[in-house]
């Protein structure tokens, strides 16, 4: 099967997943469901992060402080829809072998469905980041940040454009920022020592 058609296969199968997740969740909020049963997975993901998070920064314990952002990278890719979960995941998939076609188009159908997804935002702002196309790349990270502030990978994925693009102070700032969430990255704190040593006049 050739790109083309096998992109074409995809979208149908696309536009049929979501079309019977939304049927089935027409019918499961049709169904009487008690008060006390009615928290969102989405608050609950949401308290999940807001512990992960303060842990996270408290963390003295490298082991830990790796096993504590996992967990925040599994809630970040976890919505309410497991056909957008999956194909997340795919598209991650896709682009690690780069096949960034794929990706772009599979990350494009999510986000136009989910468009609240921050992760889909965030994937699809790294493969346009790895295709060198920086400003697209920044407008999905502005995205990304509006839905999840405190999302560390995309601050990080600021910093690098803008480090590239030659605006040390904006890439700094960027990059502090996502030490803040995130105190545990040594690559950002390798990145702001090397900015410090170009910065530093001869």
Same mark, same amino acid.
Not at 162 to 177: I, P, S, T, V, Y
């Given at each position: 099967?050739?790109?083309?058609?096998?992109?074409?296969?995809?979208?149908?199968?696309?536009?049929?997943?979501?079309?019977?997740?939304?049927?089935? %969740?027409?019918?499961?909020? *049709?169904?009487?469901?008690? +008060?006390? $049963?009615? #928290?969102?997975? !989405?608050?609950?993901? /949401?308290?999940?992060?807001?512990?992960?998070?303060?842990?996270?920064?408290?963390?003295?314990?490298?082991?830990?402080?790796?096993?504590?952002?996992?967990?925040?990278? %599994?809630?970040?890719?976890? *919505?309410?829809?497991?056909? +957008?979960? $999956?194909? #997340?995941?795919? !598209?991650?998939?896709? /682009?690690?072998?780069?096949?960034?076609?794929?990706?772009?188009?599979?990350?494009?159908?999510?986000?136009?469905?989910?468009?609240?997804?921050?992760?889909?935002?965030?994937?699809?702002?790294?493969?346009?980041?790895?295709?060198?196309?920086?400003?697209?790349?920044?407008?999905?990270?502005?995205?990304?940040?509006?839905?999840?502030?405190?999302?560390?990978?995309?601050?990080?994925?600021?910093?690098?454009?803008?480090?590239?693009?030659?605006?040390?102070?904006?890439?700094?700032?960027?990059?502090?920022?996502?030490?803040?969430?995130?105190?545990?990255?040594?690559?950002?704190?390798?990145?702001?020592?090397?900015?410090?040593?170009?910065?530093?006049?001869?």
């Amino acid at each position: 099967m050739t790109l083309r058609r096998g992109l074409i296969a995809l979208s149908a199968i696309l536009a049929f997943a979501f079309a019977a997740e939304a049927q089935t %969740s027409h019918d499961q909020s *049709s169904e009487a469901i008690p +008060a006390v $049963a009615r #928290l969102k997975p !989405a608050e609950i993901r /949401s308290e999940q992060l807001d512990r992960l998070f303060a842990h996270l920064i408290k963390s003295q314990d490298p082991s830990e402080a790796q096993r504590i952002e996992q967990s925040i990278w %599994s809630l970040w890719m976890t *919505s309410d829809s497991p056909t +957008a979960d $999956a194909l #997340l995941t795919q !598209a991650t998939k896709a /682009s690690a072998v780069n096949e960034t076609a794929a990706a772009l188009s599979i990350l494009d159908k999510v986000i136009t469905v989910h468009p609240d997804y921050a992760e889909a935002w965030n994937k699809r702002a790294t493969v346009y980041f790895l295709l060198g196309r920086y400003n697209d790349s920044l407008k999905d990270i502005d995205k990304v940040l509006e839905l999840e502030p405190r999302h560390f990978g995309a601050l990080s994925g600021r910093g690098m454009i803008k480090r590239q693009q030659g605006d040390l102070a904006a890439a700094r700032a960027a990059f502090e920022e996502a030490l803040s969430y995130n105190p545990h990255m040594e690559s950002v704190k390798r990145a702001l020592e090397e900015i410090e040593s170009e910065e530093r006049p001869i």
